[in-house]
Nanobody, 121 residues
Framework: QVQLVESGGGLVQAGDSLKLSCEAS????????MGWFRQAPGKGRDFVAT???????TYYADSVKGRFTISRDDAKNTYLQMNRLKPEDTAVYYC???????????????WGRGTQVTVSS
């Protein structure tokens, strides 16, 4: 069982930056690819970014490419650095752990409870 806890969300203005963190409680953190997804009110859960278990490969949604950066460390943490935020980035952000780097949320086995990011115009 893997528990994931997100933090770092908040209310910011357009153009600002935020860094989300996700702490995993597992001894086998290095076995999992990690992903970030987001869900806006009334919408489905959308892919944001994913990182391979070894940290060498990363993939991004087109909507965030060049603005967001996913990273991970050896201390069971995954990060999402978000720059030049836009109002359309407003959503609950979730981190997830799974066997593969994938755009499809159904391939991830474990999920955090999410952290709210609100970007005002």
């Amino acid at each position: 069982q893997v528990q994931l806890v997100e933090s770092g969300g908040g209310l910011v203005q357009a153009g600002d930056s935020l860094k989300l963190s996700c702490e995993a409680s597992t001894r086998t953190f290095g076995s999992y690819a990690m992903g970030w997804f987001r869900q806006a009110p009334g919408k489905g859960r959308d892919f944001v970014a994913t990182i391979h278990r070894n940290g060498d490969s990363t993939y991004y949604a087109d909507s965030v490419k060049g603005r967001f950066t996913i990273s991970r460390d050896d201390a069971k943490n995954t990060y999402l650095q978000m720059n030049r935020l836009k109002p359309e980035d407003t959503a609950v952000y979730y981190c997830a752990a799974g066997p593969f780097t994938d755009y499809d949320p159904s391939t991830y086995d474990y999920w955090g409870r999410g952290t709210q990011v609100t970007v005002s115009s």
